[in-house]
T-cell receptor, first 111, second 112 residues
Framework: AQSVTQPDIHITVSEGASLELRCNYS??????LFWYVQSPGQGLQLLLK??????LVQGIKGFEAEFKRSQSSFNLRKPSVHWSDAAEYFC?????????FGGGTRLMVKP | NAGVTQTPKFQVLKTGQSMTLQCAQD?????MSWYRQDPGMGLRLIHY???????DQGEVPNGYNVSRSTTEDFPLRLLSAAPSQTSVYFC???????????FGSGTQLSVL
């Protein structure tokens, strides 16, 4: 079955520290890949997406993600986290008219 | 533009009651979808539509019906509410199915 896995349910980082959120997918062929962010009480906002080509993708708010086919991974990174980045982050994969989300990673930022 | 509008924002039902969650978009998007969000499970796709008159099932369609009579509207019907349907429901739309989704603000549903 097709699935998206985010191994870390919660992550806490200090403000100014670097961040990496993990995402693995299980699909027969490489799906389109996305990262979305959800602030408390809000809907989801797209951070970035990967369809093909360059495996390092730049997104909004200083985020980037790297696609690694050999590891079936699409990890999200940010060099320096700001307090406003505290939110829940969702990895998602698209195939066959369906976008499937991972379980999410809640990011907390320490001052 | 209003974007994706969901109503109501909150709803409490008794087991066995029926109701319709409304979703409308004014962006002329062909693709619309309904998700439910439960803690630790991310968002799970209930139903989707690739255009007026066309709907299909997602990952968790049981207990829910949809229709798409116009491009703008995509209502979600709960036929006989159950406590397991307590969740936050999101409607989303995009120009094409593989493109960026625009989300509504959600409906928090409690079934007692």
């Amino acid at each position: 079955a097709q699935s998206v896995t985010q191994p870390d349910i919660h992550i806490t980082v200090s403000e100014g520290a670097s961040l990496e959120l993990r995402c693995n997918y299980s699909y027969g062929a490489t799906p389109y890949l996305f990262w979305y962010v959800q602030s408390p009480g809000q809907g989801l906002q797209l951070l970035l997406k990967y369809f093909s080509g360059d495996t390092l993708v730049q997104g909004i708010k200083g985020f980037e993600a790297e696609f690694k086919r050999s590891q079936s991974s699409f990890n999200l990174r940010k060099p320096s986290v700001h307090w406003s980045d505290a939110a829940e982050y969702f990895c998602a994969a698209y195939a066959g008219n369906m976008l499937t989300f991972g379980g999410g990673t809640r990011l907390m930022v320490k001052p | 533009n209003a974007g994706v509008t969901q109503t109501p924002k909150f709803q409490v039902l008794k087991t066995g009651q029926s109701m319709t969650l409304q979703c409308a978009q004014d962006m002329n998007h062909e693709y619309m979808s309904w998700y439910r969000q439960d803690p630790g499970m991310g968002l799970r796709l209930i139903h989707y539509s690739v255009g007026a008159g066309i709907t299909d099932q997602g990952e968790v369609p049981n207990g829910y019906n949809v229709s798409r009579s116009t491009t703008e509207d995509f209502p979600l019907r709960l036929l006989s509410a159950a406590p397991s349907q307590t969740s936050v429901y999101f409607c989303a739309s995009s120009y094409r199915s593989e493109e960026k989704l625009f989300f509504g603000s959600g409906t928090q549903l409690s079934v007692l």
